[in-house]
């Protein structure tokens, strides 16, 4: 497991290593853990925009002693899986734009608010509604669990969530609001977590269609 500091060292580490600027964008509990939502996390994950970019930034943690690991472990059954690392317990997911059945959209990008510089590598933190909606896409153990808390302790905005889901379906063709009607609907109904009625409705009124 990785905390908070671990985690910020990490990426000194990475970042002081790197010979020029790269952007990369944090997901899941790695996000998780700017918004004080998690203690600590499994992996860490990061998304690189560019194919070159994740090359570049995959041989640079191979050079700090990260091993590549085989990633369809985790992720049973998935396409477009991350590139996997390990260096002793800790292990990072390395996506690009497209993550299993999502693509890392452009309001994804801008809706992440929060930078933090290491040295040559620049870290933006996804919104807590974006982290909703890619752990339905990856839909890992304890996702359910970590979407959960997001919605219980954050100002989730449910129009953009709606929004973002309907941008899916048009960019990359899946059935994204029926993966997160029913992720959600789980959510309401094992979880007892609160999402509005009228937010559901939409969403099954979407999948009618």
Known sequence: MTDLKEQEEIFSLIGSNLKKKIKCFVIGGSAMLYYKLKDATKDIDIVLLGENDRNY???TMKKLGYAERNSKILYINKKNVPILLQREQNRFDLFTRIIISLRFSDGMVDRSQLVYEY????VNVVSPQDIVIL???TDRAGDRLDAAS???NTNVNWNTLFK???SQMESVGDIIPLNLYQFL????EDLK???PDDFIKKLES???K
């Open 164 to 166: 973002e889901s309907i």
């Open 185 to 188: 609907l789980e959510l309401k």
């Open 57 to 59: 930034v995959l041989e």
């Open 135 to 137: 752990k339905c896409a």
């Open 150 to 152: 997001i919605i219980k």
């Open 193 to 195: 977590v609160e999402v």
């Open 206 to 208: 979407e999948c009618e």
């Open 119 to 122: 040295a040559n590598l620049i």
